[in-house]
C-alpha cells in the first residue's frame, strides 16, 4: 500500500521560512512526477510545485523566486523549501505523486499558516 507523510508545517510570521518533507513507502511502481499542491479554505486546490523523473520543475506563478522543490529519487522523497512566506500561502499543503500512467497518490496534508 503507498503511503505519503508530509512533515514540516506549522506556523510561520510573514516574511519567514518553512521546509516541507514528504516520504513515501510501499511505491513498487516507476514515479513520473512527485510534488506539491495546497488547498486554502473554500478554495480549490492547486499545484504548487512539481518535479518529475528528470529533474523538470514547474512552479507556479504565485510562488517562483520564493519556493524551491528538490527531490531525492533514490529514496523517493520529496521536499518543498518555501521562502518569503505570505499570508497568503496558508493553506493545507498535500504531497503528490503521479505513476508513469498519470495516476495520482495524495498524503493526508500538512496545515501552514502563515500570520503575525
Known amino acids: 500500500q503507498v503511503q505519503l507523510v508530509e512533515s514540516g508545517g506549522g506556523l510561520v510570521q510573514p516574511g519567514g521560512s518553512l521546509r516541507l518533507s514528504c516520504a513515501t513507502s510501499?511505491?513498487?511502481?516507476?514515479?513520473?512526477?512527485m510534488g506539491w499542491y495546497r488547498q486554502a479554505p473554500g478554495k480549490q486546490r492547486e499545484l504548487v510545485a512539481i518535479?518529475?523523473?528528470?529533474?523538470?520543475?514547474n512552479l507556479a506563478d504565485s510562488v517562483k523566486g520564493r519556493f524551491i522543490i528538490t527531490r531525492e529519487n533514490a529514496r523517493n522523497t520529496v521536499y518543498l523549501q518555501m521562502n518569503s512566506l505570505k499570508p497568503e500561502d496558508t493553506a493545507v499543503y498535500y504531497c503528490?505523486?503521479?505513476?508513469?500512467?498519470?495516476?495520482?497518490?495524495w498524503g493526508q496534508g500538512t496545515q501552514v499558516t502563515v500570520s503575525s
Open positions: 503528490n505523486v503521479k505513476d508513469t500512467f498519470l495516476r495520482n497518490f
Open positions: 510501499g511505491v513498487n511502481f516507476s514515479i513520473y512526477a
Open positions: 518535479i518529475t523523473n528528470g529533474g523538470t520543475t
